[in-house]
């Protein structure tokens, strides 16, 4: 019940290099965190953050630019970013009771600007397209050498993708929320002006990243997206099924910085000054690139041939079981193929076994009462009803909803009930609502449980998403089951 996989970090050029540079800095530590997020509303500016003492950091948990490692430092290109313009606003300071220091405020990305407005943070420290929308509310602050296009992204096997009028009447899956959304809203808006059929613009369940559709690209079962290019460029070394079609940019020269508020034109000057000092450097980049990519395990691919075999040959058992405990036997199968790849043989150094990494200790307690689980069907009921368990004893609260009531089971899953409850008291703490798992729960269990369950959670959901496209385009073909 442990996740198996290292982390990620994808970043742009010239952010590699910039990275590269500050990377061998000692990270951050956890407690750097604000551990009061309700209580403090503060919107000065410079002068009194300095008088403060501390700058605080809008950061979105995820993979590119805020995380916690293996042994619970915070890393992330904007870590790295922070702490660096934390040296900026200490030079010349030679006391250090009297050093600015950044605390890193968690939220999700549609709350970065509503949250930087009422003065939950100082800086947004995430890279935003400067929109009319976000700059008619906030400052974005942006260096020379941050600017890019929005290219289009697809799948290798998707061969019709030449230019902008080919996408029309085709389904484009996109970051909810984001500029590809907006600039892909335009171009509907010309075609319509020529009497061309509009794109399908599909927005991402909203705790997907780009990186994650990206590698949904990769499998297959979304074939075209949207993303920044320097991204983009960066995933398609890294995953072998996507294509950039730079040539295809639903937006040009888009300028990227961080957010601050309008109304606080000191703090803008500084940022402004040290980000002069970015520069970018392809030797640097390739230096990172080797450092942090070739030992990465990406998530594996649920709809290969190999897997759709095992998929097929168990489907019948994870109907059943759904059906039985209130579960959609899709989301068990995907749980299933994060513990184990669907394979029954395997079994884990702590002795967890079959496709559910089952204990049998846990399979034999009381609330299961399975002891044998030595075949597949055994193993996954015994899985399924401990997950039930789970949801029944800990999370059935009644405003818990279904899709979290199963976040919070698989996380408990993963991490056990006591440590997932232990972190939805934080989340209290933390100002976030402890009843919903993305964007909440999940940003505080990165402090207690760690990165592994919160990876855990996610890919379970990335595949479920992926199984539930598939069968969504095959309803008619028998080759989904």
Do not use: C
Not at 334 to 362: C, D, W, Y
Request: glycine fraction near 6%; charge should be positive.
């Amino acid at each position: 019940m442990h996740l198996k996989s290292t982390l990620v970090i994808p970043t742009p050029a010239f952010i590699l290099a910039f990275w590269l540079f500050f990377s061998f800095n000692a990270y951050p530590q956890p407690q750097d965190i604000v551990d009061s997020f309700v209580s403090e509303h503060a919107t000065g500016d410079l002068p009194e953050i300095k008088q403060r003492k501390k700058i605080r950091a809008l950061v979105t948990y995820g993979r590119s630019g805020f995380f916690f490692s293996k042994q619970g430092a915070l890393i992330g290109f904007q870590v790295d970013l922070m702490t660096e313009f934390e040296k900026h606003l200490n030079r010349g300071v030679k006391k250090e009771a009297q050093r600015v220091r950044v605390q890193y405020i968690p939220t999700t990305f549609d709350r970065l600007i509503p949250d930087l407005i009422a003065g939950r943070g100082d800086i947004i420290a995430a890279m935003l397209t400067a929109t009319p929308q976000r700059t008619a509310l906030i400052d974005i602050v942006k260096g020379k050498n941050i600017i890019g296009n929005e290219v289009v992204v697809i799948h290798n096997s998707e061969t019709a993708i030449n230019s902008l009028l080919d996408l029309s009447e085709r389904e484009v899956y996109v970051l909810r929320g984001s500029s590809y959304v907006d600039h892909l809203k335009a171009v509907n808006q010309q075609f319509l002006e020529q009497g061309i059929a509009p794109i399908k613009i599909i927005e991402a369940e909203s705790y997907l990243s780009s990186e994650d559709i990206m590698e949904l690209v990769n499998t297959g079962v979304v074939t075209i997206t949207v993303v920044d290019d320097y991204k983009a460029k960066l995933w398609a070394k890294i995953l072998p099924n996507i294509k950039v079609i730079e040539s295809i940019a639903v937006a040009q020269g888009t300028k990227i910085g961080w957010g601050v508020r309008s109304d606080n034109p000191e703090l803008k000057a500084s940022l402004e000054s040290f980000l002069k000092s970015v520069k970018q450097g392809t030797y640097l980049g390739n230096m990172l690139f080797s450092r942090y990519f070739k030992r990465t395990k990406w998530i594996k691919h649920p709809l290969s041939d190999d897997y759709r075999v095992k998929f097929r040959s168990l489907i019948k058992i994870f109907e059943k079981y759904g059906e039985k405990y209130g579960y959609d036997h899709l989301a068990l199968v995907a749980q299933g193929f994060q513990e184990s790849g669907l394979n029954q043989n395997m079994k884990s150094h702590r002795g967890a076994i079959g496709i559910m990494q089952v204990l049998p200790s846990t399979a034999a307690d009381k609330n299961v009462g399975i002891p044998d689980i030595s075949t597949a069907d055994n193993n996954i009921h015994a899985g399924v009803k401990y997950l039930a368990f789970l949801r029944d004893r800990y999370f059935n609260a009644s405003e818990i909803t279904a899709i979290n009531r199963m976040a919070f089971s698989l996380a408990a899953y993963n991490a056990g009930p006591a440590r997932i409850n232990k972190v939805r008291k934080l989340t209290v703490d933390m100002g976030l609502d402890p009843n919903v798992w993305h964007g909440n729960v999940e940003l505080a269990a990165g402090r207690i449980v760690g990165r592994e369950t919160i990876q855990y959670v996610n890919n379970i959901f990335k595949y479920y998403i992926a199984y539930s496209l598939l069968k969504k385009q095959n309803e008619q073909s028998a080759t989904f089951r």
